[in-house]
């Protein structure tokens, strides 16, 4: 598998930061492989992408971890294919959306945060994610 084409990243950058625009309260978004890599990440809070809290390799490897388990646990409970995963702390929380069987879509939100918003914000975007990364690899 090779690198994804920089229009690719690009337009997974744009869609992001439309993403921040229409959902307040989201400290950083990104989309990440199954395999734990960093493709595309956002933060509406830094100018620096190295400081961009979701643009590490350790979330990256962390939503990729959700995601796996979340599959482990709903397929031995016969429960289906994952939707959605929300871990909700003390000082907010992150969203973890599939998109497509290649990668997910992980966004840190604040306490403050509009959730059933931003939980459909991001599975639409999710599945925008999903088309990208289709025409990318045809």
Do not use: C
């Not at 950083?28 to 492989?33: A, K, R």
């Amino acid at each position: 598998r090779g690198r994804m084409p920089e229009y690719g990243v690009s337009l997974l950058e744009d869609m992001l930061r439309q993403l921040h625009t229409s959902v307040g309260g989201l400290h950083g978004s990104g989309v990440v492989s199954v395999e734990g890599f960093v493709v595309a990440a956002y933060s509406s809070e830094v100018r620096n992408r190295s400081e961009n809290p979701v643009d590490s390799p350790q979330i990256a490897a962390m939503a990729a971890w959700i995601i796996a388990l979340g599959e482990r646990v709903l397929g031995r409970l016969a429960r289906g294919d994952i939707d959605r995963i929300l871990l909700d702390g003390t000082q907010g929380g992150i969203i973890v959306v599939p998109a497509g069987g290649e990668a997910a879509l992980a966004v840190m939100a604040s306490k403050d945060a509009k959730l059933g918003l931003a939980m459909w914000e991001v599975r639409r975007a999710a599945d925008q994610v999903r088309k990208i990364l289709a025409g990318a690899t045809e």
